[in-house]
């Protein structure tokens, strides 16, 4: 059974750019959560998806945004790049988001803003 | 708003011995589930054990089981035998029983020295 898989594993862009990160869930899966891990703010949530529907948001501006397609895969998009949106990026995928049921990382999207 | 707190930045152990990592939470909720994440230095996040908060009896996985202490808000994780692989930051995480979101503390690196 495959696993989450977040594409690309690496990215660099420069300040003031636009950025899309993607995330496929692991099949029959129809939660996705995205957080950004820095070492300065830890893991911070930023959304969640359910069945193409943002269920939930975190304390974001509105620079981060994502959708979820009828596949369930998801991508996220940080408009106006600041350097310090530079992060670790996670998505976690489960069966119906609720925390009976267990949650998948993917590897990451390592994200360099220069 | 939850907090989780891991008052333990680096942690070290001898192989085969047994160490404890330290988690508190603040929350209002009385219905909730609590997790132990382990990220290696691969990145990939995954789940140690979940405790469920209705559930007095404290959560084991083969080497690894907390010390659900509900009225002091306190889960700590003990790890047995420790092992070489068992090397990773360990993240102490807080979830809403439907949301599709956690909170996480700020982690804790453990090495397990040979």
């Known amino acids: 059974k495959a696993g989450v898989t977040q594409t690309p594993r690496y990215l660099i862009k420069t300040r003031g750019q636009q950025v899309t990160l993607s995330c496929s869930p692991i099949?029959?899966?129809?939660?996705v959560s995205w957080y950004q891990q820095t070492p300065g703010q830890g893991l911070q949530f930023l959304f969640e998806?359910?069945?193409?529907?943002?269920?939930n948001k975190g304390n974001f501006p509105g620079r981060f945004s994502g959708r979820q397609f009828s596949n369930s895969r998801s991508e996220m998009n940080v408009s106006t790049l600041e350097l310090g949106d530079s992060a670790l990026y996670l998505c976690?995928?489960?069966?119906?988001?609720?925390?009976?049921?267990?949650?998948?990382f993917g590897q990451g999207t390592r994200l360099t803003v220069v | 708003a939850q907090t989780v707190t891991q008052s333990q930045p680096e942690m070290s152990v001898q192989e085969a011995e047994t160490v404890t990592l330290s988690c508190t939470y603040d929350?209002?909720?009385?219905?909730?589930?609590l997790f132990w994440y382990k990220q290696p230095p691969s990145r990939q996040m995954i789940l140690v054990i979940r405790?469920?908060?209705?559930?007095?009896q404290n959560a084991t996985e083969n080497r690894f089981s907390v010390n659900f202490q509900k009225a002091a808000k306190s889960f700590s994780l003990k790890i047995s035998d420790s092992q070489l692989g068992d090397t990773a930051m360990y993240f102490c995480?807080?979830?809403?029983?439907?949301?599709?979101?956690?909170?996480f503390g700020d982690g804790t690196t453990l090495t397990v020295k040979p």
């Open positions: 099949s029959g899966h129809r939660s």
């Open positions: 929350t209002s909720e009385s219905n909730y589930y």
């Open positions: 405790q469920e908060a209705y559930k007095q």
């Open positions: 995480a807080f979830g809403n029983t439907n949301a599709g979101k956690s909170t």
């Open positions: 998806y359910f069945s193409e529907t943002q269920r």
């Open positions: 976690a995928s489960s069966m119906t988001g609720g925390m009976n049921t267990e949650a998948f």
